[in-house]
């Protein structure tokens, strides 16, 4: 059997089947020199598309009943054993066989969860269901006995259905339907935020025990989504609303501020914080003793530890006596932004033509898109982030011309990325420089997917949304966050 030439891997990982698999490579196709030796599933069913058969030899672990396996190994190992997967369905004539997928490292959110004990050991993290409420990323945290940030009924269910103590649940959202306040109460779900005036007459009518959390609007402007735009009591207004809560007999128990998602600004939390001072004088004032500091959400990975020495040392300014005093936070993408990445398969190109021939992509100085490449996944599925998230992606080659490893020195000019549907709005990136060589058939890769991508995913056009294959990584955190799923799977049913 002749041997492919193979050239360096763009990183330093090495190409491994995955653990519950058995793979078997040769070059009998030219453009697919993979294959598998197991013989192919005749149709994949929708909800199992990235769940494979488990082998005996204990490398893959199915925790949890209805879930799908949990994988060893670098991401990177499970992002190019899809695209394997994918040619050996695709050759067996599998519809669908090239869907993208998403490959999710929970070891990066166990790591995660430690950073932040670390670096914010006063803080307890409720984290923010909204952001991403995968199944796995949402049993970890409860393990690790994280509170939750929940904005609706089917999120609240989500989280109890865990077996999470409901005063673990902060109802976060201001502005809230009557029906969703009594089905929260009739939980044991007390712990909410409000804004403004009416929504104390819904509490007082409905849930006249709940502990009430202010939020005050904040500034901002520094961050990805300006939530203030939304939510948020100017300090002017919070005598009066406290005053009301008062005649109504509610029982405030604290301040929330939120200086809007993905804030790249550290220093808007200690105003934020000085302005929580100010909110808790005027409870004060109003007959409360607040005990609840509720620092929101915002926390990016890049600026963290700058923001969590900026949030400490104002807590440290304006709260120096704590006795009596929980301080929680919000965070959301700060969990997962990083721990997610996608793979997509290019389904279609446009490309200039000359003499019946597509032509090479040369860069003379324009920086216009000299080719469109068509994906399939888009703004109506992962890529949703970039609608409603600003968020801006760079795609990179996972595999090209039917190999992982390609030189270095190959060319690339101007391209667009776009997604499967018929909606010109479907740019998944406008303008980024990839190979000469990338063709229909090649894989794109999209890391830091994690955060406002598959929760808000649709059907739109008859697209299937990306599933997810799971890997509990093989670093640092890796056995750790394998012994923290199964504790929670002791203690439920015990």
């Not at 004990?117 to 952001?131: D, H, S, T």
């Not at 904005?151 to 902060?170: C, K, M, T, Y």
């Amino acid at each position: 059997m002749s041997q492919p030439d193979i050239l360096p891997p763009p990183r330093a990982i090495d190409l491994v089947s995955p653990p519950c698999l058995t793979t078997v490579f040769h070059s009998a196709s030219p453009n697919l020199p993979w294959t598998r030796s197991r013989s192919p599933p005749d149709s994949i069913e929708d909800d199992n598309l990235h769940d494979d058969n488990v082998n005996d030899d204990g490398d893959c672990d199915i925790i949890f009943p209805g879930l799908p396996p949990l994988f060893r190994g670098h991401p990177d190992v499970h992002l190019r054993n899809g695209v394997i997967r994918a040619a050996h369905l695709s050759a067996a004539g599998v519809p669908d066989a090239e869907r993208a997928y998403f490959v999710a490292d929970l070891s990066y959110v166990y790591n995660q969860y430690q950073r932040w004990k670390r670096c914010l050991p006063e803080i307890e993290p409720f984290y923010a269901v909204k952001c991403n409420p995968d199944p796995f990323v949402l049993r970890l945290l409860a393990a690790l006995g994280t509170g939750f940030d929940c904005a609706s009924n089917g999120e609240i269910a989500q989280i109890l259905l865990l077996d999470v103590n409901p005063a673990r649940i902060i109802f976060a959202n201001p502005c809230k339907a009557a029906s969703h306040v009594k089905s929260a109460a009739g939980q044991g779900v007390d712990t909410m935020t409000f804004d403004n005036v009416d929504e104390l007459y819904k509490v007082a009518r409905i849930s006249p025990t709940a502990k009430l959390v202010l939020r005050i609007l904040t500034d901002d402007s520094k961050s990805l989504c300006r939530l203030g735009l939304k939510y948020g009591a100017p300090l002017v207004t919070v005598p009066g609303l406290l005053a009301k809560a008062k005649d109504l007999e509610l029982d405030v128990i604290g301040v929330s501020f939120h200086v809007g998602s993905g804030c790249y600004d550290p220093s808007a939390f200690a105003d934020a914080v000085r302005w929580a001072r100010a909110a808790f004088d005027m409870g004060l004032a109003a007959g409360y003793n607040f005990s609840l500091l509720d620092v929101g959400g915002g926390f990016d990975d890049a600026t963290f530890e700058a923001t969590a020495g900026v949030l400490r040392d104002a807590i440290d300014l304006h709260f120096p006596d704590r006795t009596g005093l929980r301080i929680i936070a919000e965070p959301g993408r700060y969990f997962v932004s990083r721990a997610f990445s996608l793979a997509a398969n290019i389904i279609a190109r446009r490309a200039p033509l000359s003499d019946g021939k597509t032509t090479e992509i040369k860069d003379k100085g324009n920086d216009q898109p000299s080719v469109m490449y068509y994906i399939n996944d888009g703004v109506y599925g992962a890529f949703n982030c970039i609608l409603f998230d600003h968020q801006q992606v760079y795609p990179y080659v996972l595999s090209m011309n039917g190999s992982f490893h390609f030189s270095g020195t190959e060319s690339v000019g101007p391209s667009s990325v776009w997604g499967p549907t018929c909606d010109s709005i479907d740019c998944v990136c406008p303008m980024t420089m990839l190979p000469e060589g990338l063709g229909v058939g090649d894989w794109l890769a999209f890391d830091n997917m994690g955060a406002y991508t598959v929760c808000a995913a649709s059907r739109f056009n008859g697209f299937a949304i990306s599933k997810v294959t799971y890997t509990l990584g093989d670093g640092h955190g890796s056995q750790e966050t394998l012994l923290a799923l199964k504790a929670a799977v002791s203690a439920a049913t015990a």
